[in-house]
């Protein structure tokens, strides 16, 4: 993929409006759809008839166990995957019916793992992310780069403008990936995996990010999450997925409860409120200890009375 080359001054921060009010997504209609879809690799189907759908203005996270189809619903709702059956709808349109720069003017993308080209700068790297609104005969235009410049200003990265990606930390570098995702302006943004390799601080850092997207700037995020206790603090409504069908769909309230999560993941647990944000926080059971070994130390030769004991001489007796 190639881009216009641009010299990028420092970008200023810019100040942000209050937060709105958190969406009702039960009220809302949803914005991205999965219809009855057959999703596989090749002759191994993972799901059946699925239904899921992503409410307009949510943040949705997609909750299950390894190898439980999250992070394929995820694909097929990327059209990264087709369906063998049933449809995937953006705003109520087949995905298969968009151009691709059109659906990636509507659908942005964060893969799990993203390499970055040798020798790019951060700048650099989110200018790519203005490749769906561009065509062999545009110039890079102030459009493009204002909405560099917004994006690096969202994800706090604007003194970084000229670094190389590659200095950069694992924290520092989700972030310039987010902001080449921003760029884009697609209002629907899809997350594989967006806290993996990152320490407890820098997941707090991008979730807090994604959360500021999503409430200040009115995205619909779709995220794929291993941490229950992320997706119940930070998501809006959730999709438990288990063996390749949903098991469970809501607001997280009525989905991270103690039945679903010991139904979904196996895992016996309380489920208490996060005394932080009141959210629901999945507190595992703990598992009884076995005996301190003190059994097994008492001398076995005491019980059995035709054990040989020693006479003083060293011989053995009966």
């Known amino acids: 993929m190639t881009t216009h080359a641009a010299h990028h001054t420092r970008h200023p921060e810019t100040t942000n409006p209050a937060p709105p009010p958190r969406l009702e997504e039960q009220s809302s209609p949803p914005r991205l759809e999965a219809r009855g879809i057959t999703i596989g690799y090749g002759k191994r189907v993972i799901s059946t008839d699925l239904h899921a759908l992503v409410p307009e203005g949510s943040f949705t996270a997609i909750i299950g166990p390894n190898a439980s189809g999250k992070s394929t619903l995820l694909r097929a709702l990327a059209r990264l995957l087709k369906p063998t059956a049933g449809t995937v709808q953006l705003a109520g349109r087949d995905?298969?019916?968009y151009a691709p720069k059109e659906l990636a003017r509507a659908l942005g993308l964060l893969p799990q793992t993203a390499t970055a080209p040798d020798g790019i700068t951060v700048a650099g790297l989110v200018s790519r992310g203005r490749f769906p609104h561009q065509n062999a005969l545009d110039r890079w235009s102030l459009r493009d780069e204002e909405a560099v410049t917004r994006a690096l200003a969202a994800t706090g990265v604007a003194d970084l403008a000229t670094r190389l990606v590659s200095?950069?930390?694992g924290g520092q570098r989700q972030r310039v990936w987010v902001a080449m995702v921003l760029a884009q302006q697609s209002d629907v943004l899809l997350l594989d995996e967006p806290t993996t390799y990152l320490d407890i601080a820098h997941q707090v850092a991008v979730m807090d990010l994604?959360?500021?997207?999503?409430?200040?700037?009115?995205?619909t995020l779709v995220a794929v999450l291993h941490d229950l206790n992320q997706a119940a603090r930070y998501a809006s409504h959730v999709i438990a997925v288990a063996d390749g069908a949903v098991a469970a769909t809501g607001r997280p309230e009525d989905v991270v409860t103690e039945e679903t999560v010991e139904r979904v993941f196996g895992l016996p647990c309380r489920v208490i409120e996060d005394p932080e944000t009141g959210t629901p926080l999945v507190v595992p059971r703990a598992r009884p200890l076995p005996d301190?070994?003190?059994?097994?130390?008492?001398?076995t030769t005491a019980a059995d009375p035709s054990a040989p004991t020693a006479t003083p001489d060293g011989a053995d007796t009966p």
């Open 167 to 169: 200095e950069l930390s």
């Open 292 to 299: 301190d070994g003190a059994d097994a130390a008492t001398d």
């Open 210 to 219: 994604f959360q500021d997207l999503n409430r200040r700037d009115r995205h």
């Open 95 to 97: 995905l298969q019916d």
